[in-house]
């Protein structure tokens, strides 16, 4: 019997267990799947020490958003422990002025007691426009926000306005890797992934069509058919 690979799924922004439900779920014939908690720390390198230190020895990698900023954190801290690399609609480069001006914007609402007003602001960014009316969907989202909190909200944007530049590194990942996208991504473009994707050597990009930022949930089977193939290569 052969044994299955663990693999470690890093969530997004205001993101959860839930983000992964399908996944863990499809793919638990070919991967000890775990789902790291990535609310407990202000920094990218913080959080990605964390993880490392509930992680097994070895594992596969894989991230969404914010996951993946972590994700690439990890192959700069542990890169001997990672065998390989799954990332999904996330980006190599650092926060823009612009960016983090939204960020302090939000983060200012979540102070003055308005969190629970936070995501549905955040939501067109987050999914296919076509999905915003989907209650059980749109559901999913909001549940994972409130039960993530306004103070992990708090220092995982903190976190994330101070990342690193992930580009100058992307050359040295030697594991198999793979790029995830959706088309209709308004927070990561595609031209954002096939950036990692061509910064990677020997890395797959796989856009998926009819999906906005949160393509594991919006494009469950297909993300899960994807992570298979990746999985199970080589």
Not at 47 to 65: C, D, I, N, V, Y
Not at 137 to 159: D, H, K, N, S
Not at 177 to 197: F, H, M, N, S, Y
Request: hydrophobic share 45%; aromatic share 2%.
């Amino acid at each position: 019997m052969v044994k299955k690979p663990p693999l470690l799924l890093l969530p997004g922004l205001l993101c959860d267990e839930a983000l992964w439900a399908h996944q863990v779920k499809a793919l638990k014939d070919v991967a000890q799947c775990r789902v790291a908690d990535l609310t407990g720390q202000d920094s990218v390198a913080g959080l990605a020490r964390a993880a490392l230190a509930k992680a097994p020895a070895k594992f596969a990698l894989a991230g969404l958003s914010m996951g993946g900023y972590v994700a690439l954190e990890i192959m700069r801290q542990a890169p001997e422990r990672v065998l390989k690399l799954c990332l999904l609609d996330t980006s190599a480069r650092p926060d823009t002025a612009e960016q983090k001006e939204r960020r302090r914007l939000l983060m200012a609402l979540s102070r003055q007691g308005k969190f629970r007003g936070v995501t549905p602001r955040l939501l067109p960014m987050l999914i296919h426009p076509e999905r915003l009316s989907d209650k059980v969907l749109t559901g999913i989202v909001m549940g994972m926000a409130e039960r993530v909190g306004r103070e992990a909200f708090l220092r995982q944007q903190t976190a994330i306005m101070n990342r690193a530049d992930s580009r100058p590194s992307l050359a040295k990942i030697r594991v198999p890797a793979q790029v995830i996208v959706g088309r209709q991504d308004a927070l990561t473009p595609v031209e954002v992934c096939k950036e990692i994707a061509d910064g990677i050597p020997g890395s797959q990009l796989t856009i998926i069509e009819n999906s906005g930022h949160l393509s594991a949930l919006e494009q469950p089977v297909t993300v899960g058919e994807i992570m298979r193939r990746w999985l199970c290569s080589g």
